[in-house]
């Protein structure tokens, strides 16, 4: 399947139907580049074999020469995570929030349904928001599409607040509308925005707000200009004004709760905000601060909202401590914790699907990822450092094989990482029966078989110091990158059967799916380069590029990359929220992934070096409860 860079038209919405965007081959812009491995002394590691270590070389006392990557050990002992109390399991938390809920829906029940105002119609917008972004919005499906419904019937096409009575459209209503409604896949057109953005960028349309309503009108532009497709200008527009006035904004807010939800979103925008980050910090904003929800929200449903809400996040956060319990024991039983030239990330991963799987019964889908997501890790370190080109093809064949007596001669990390990883697929093709109705075992291991292909090519690569052009990494590199043996079965385990057509609008050879996989190798790229040319690694997007243009700097293209990253996720939002075959629950969850994966790297490869932001995150989304 060739790699497409797309340069579509200006995507156009009629009715719930939204119209694809044309898609465009593009120009892949196509010097060797090698970098030597580093030999200074490092302390020995590896349990398996006693070793004289360098830097980025080992010696084994078989006399084998090994490549490491000196990682930081794993930072989650099994102990600490065994210990986990998981205090919100006892049933009268379940019992208190049942109650809460019908409070919440006799609240959506309230809401008023006879009048077109923008202020009633906000009252429908705040309160969809706010149940989404405090984590509870699953509860009350039924009461939001009711909710939005009503407010798509006086949608015009310049916004909220053009009726008979009103010639100009409300920004505040308008932008939250056209966030939820296209998150929600009504059919609505981008171009609307337009009138929200002065030519004159000192000057606002709206004089008579007071300037913190003001503020906040431009915080919900913000919000609705990130969600955005290819080739929108509008929404380009949109995002440029509100950024550089909620920027100049910032240190004239008395407001601190306003100020902090103003970083919090100019940070992490929309494709680093995961669900689960997006509520724990919300909570920690407004916990305690009801001035966010007065306007549509009185002091008492207020109360009943922010208690459900900080309810479900720990009785959640309980069933997460559980399932992390499972996964570390894995991890230890496996043996996979011996292998200590390799990154232990288990808990790492778990995040990753957990941050945007919530549902307590899709266990086998977080656990599953967390699994294979580890496995990956391990194969990775396996074929780029650790493995020596002769144990990589017999350990290749093997595994093409499925056959563990084909690993007779190998050393016994591979055996080990072997002997997991088979059985984590065929545990997994065993949850997936239950939701499927087949056994989708073959399909699985075919995608796995296309996967260690492609970490192959990149170990000959390594090997012959090849250097490929951009078009020819990217086509393999989309594939190790790992997406997609990652994504599939965990999706195959979600309580929607998927039949081999549909399954086809996901997975392979689906544009989702290669975007999917496309974007973590660029991200990914961007962010571990420096470090995998350290070890030896130096076949990259960035030395890929900097050949195809000589004279170019890791400064150009990392320039050229973000902005292909930054085209690509517009498309990838297309891509999630078009109308096609394939169910909600299936595209939520595998989107959720892409941007937890956005989010891992936002700072820095947070996999490799997680003693930073991505430690905190596990502290905060899984390990500390909301105080009640």
Known sequence: MSLRCITPLPCSMVGHKLQKP??????????????????KK????SRLAKTTINMAVITTDEGITRRIGNHHPNLWDDDFIQSLSKAYEAPSYGERAEKLIKDVKDMFNALPVQSSSAEDLYQHLSLVDHVERLGIDRHFQTEIKNALDYVYRYWSDKGIGCGRESTHADLNTSALGFKILRLHRYGISSDMLQQFIPKDKNLMHLKSESNEEEIKSILNLFRASLIA???EKAMDGAKSFSTT???QALPKINNLNLSREIKFNLEYGWHTNVPRLETRTYLDIYGEDSSWASKTINNTFYEKLLELAKLDFNMIQSVQQKELQILSRWWTESGLAKLEFSRHRHVEYYLWAAGGCIEPKYSAFRIGFAKLSALVTYLDDIYDTYGTLDELKIFTKAIKRWDLSATEGLPEFMKVAFKAFDEALRDMAEEAKKTQGRDTLDYA???????????????????????PSLEEYLENGKVSAGSRVVTLQPVLTLDAPLSDEILKEIDYPSRFDELLCLTLRLRGDTRTFKAEADRGEVVSCITCYMKDHPGSNEEDALNYLNSLID????????????????????????????????????????FSVSSIETKNLISKIIIEPIPI
Do not use: C
């Open 229 to 231: 497709f290819p080739e």
């Open 445 to 467: 291991r075919k995608a796995w078989e296309v996967y260690i292909d492609a970490y192959m090519k990149e170990a000959e690569w390594l090997a012959m110091g090849y250097t």
């Open 22 to 39: 044309p898609i465009h081959k593009p120009l892949f812009y196509h010097k060797p580049f090698n970098t030597p491995y580093l030999k």
């Open 42 to 45: 490092i302390p020995a590691r």
């Open 245 to 247: 006035y909620l920027k």
């Open 567 to 606: 085209e690509r996720l517009k498309e990838l939002n297309w891509e999630y929220l078009k109308p096609d075959n394939v169910p909600l629950v299936s595209k939520d969850n595998a989107y959720n992934l892409s941007k937890g994966l956005q989010l891992l790297y936002k700072e820095r490869d947070g």
